[in-house]
């Protein structure tokens, strides 16, 4: 499944109803998948309104161009606190936040890290894993997202089978599911 040519051909979409597509990501399950679009909306809060209205939209450029041959669900969702990162520019909006990364192949004998944005450069973008600076290629990322910053939000889960500060309950993305 090529994700970033289905990106492409679901952006003027979108862009006509001054939505934004940060990216596509195919899930398989079974004999089909869950094909997932993150949206934002310029200076306001993805609403489920903004999901369901790009969600039909997808839907029908979907049905007309047929790009997947399987069965599948559509879901279009926002970024949420978790957001994906997709492309380099991606990164450069959240220098200074914590991120997951997972690379498509082993550098410097790691496949996974997790540590701070703290510089991007072209295409190269470094992290503060462990306390040291991890260079990596963007090429070479298969997945990426940002870990909130629980105490910074004002969130903090109550320990398991006990009252702890704060509710516990942790804010989702919203999202429209069409199958």
């Known amino acids: 499944m090529d994700t970033l040519a289905l990106k492409h051909s679901i952006t003027p979409t979108l862009n006509d109803m001054n939505i934004e597509c940060?990216?596509?990501?195919?899930?398989?399950?079974?004999?089909?998948?869950?094909?997932?679009v993150y949206i934002e909306v310029a200076d306001q809060e993805v609403t489920l309104e903004d999901c369901e209205r790009a969600s039909r939209e997808i839907s029908a450029l979907l049905d007309v161009e047929d790009p997947i041959s399987s069965t599948y669900a559509l879901e279009v969702s926002s970024p949420g606190l978790d957001r994906p990162l997709f492309e380099v520019a991606h990164f450069s909006r959240f220098i200074g936040n914590e991120a997951k990364v997972t690379l498509k192949f082993p550098v410097q004998g790691r496949r996974r890290l997790r540590g701070n944005i703290i510089e991007v450069e072209g295409e190269r973008i470094r992290f503060d894993v462990d306390g040291k600076p991890f260079e990596v290629e963007a090429n070479m990322i298969e997945h990426a997202h940002l870990i909130p910053d629980w105490d910074a939000l004002g969130y903090q889960p109550s320990p398991k089978g006990g009252r702890g500060q704060g509710s516990g309950k942790v804010p989702r993305a919203k999202s429209a599911k069409i199958k």
């Not at 990216?23 to 089909?32: I, Y």
């Open 22 to 36: 940060l990216g596509v990501d195919w899930s398989p399950q079974g004999r089909g998948g869950v094909l997932r």
